[in-house]
């Protein structure tokens, strides 16, 4: 983990942290390999959150959309 450490302006156990936090939510897993603990991208589950923040996005982006329609028929009126 410390060759991922190194690419980031942060300290080590920073990255530790992070990357604890994303094993948790399932968005990363760790192996060990002799004395190499080597962490790995579940691309199945990113692909999973992010087709979820799609849907929010554009839940939120039709709430936007109706607001402002609202916001510009009162200033017409």
């Known amino acids: 983990m410390s060759a991922l450490a190194h690419r980031y302006a942060m300290s080590f156990a920073a ?3 992070h990357v604890a936090v994303l ?3 399932g968005l990363v897993s760790k192996q060990t390999r002799g004395r ?3 962490v790995r991208g579940e691309v199945r589950t990113v692909q999973a959150a992010a087709r979820l ?3 929010y996005e ?7 959309e109706r607001i402002d329609a609202l916001l510009t028929k009162d ?3």
């Not at 554009?58 to 936007?64: N, Q, V």
Request: net charge positive; no cysteine.
């Open 15 to 17: 990255v530790q942290k």
């Open 23 to 25: 094993e948790k939510a």
């Open 36 to 38: 190499e603990r080597m």
């Open 53 to 55: 923040l799609d849907r």
């Open 58 to 64: 554009e839940i939120w982006r039709g709430r936007l």
């Open 75 to 77: 200033r017409q009126a």
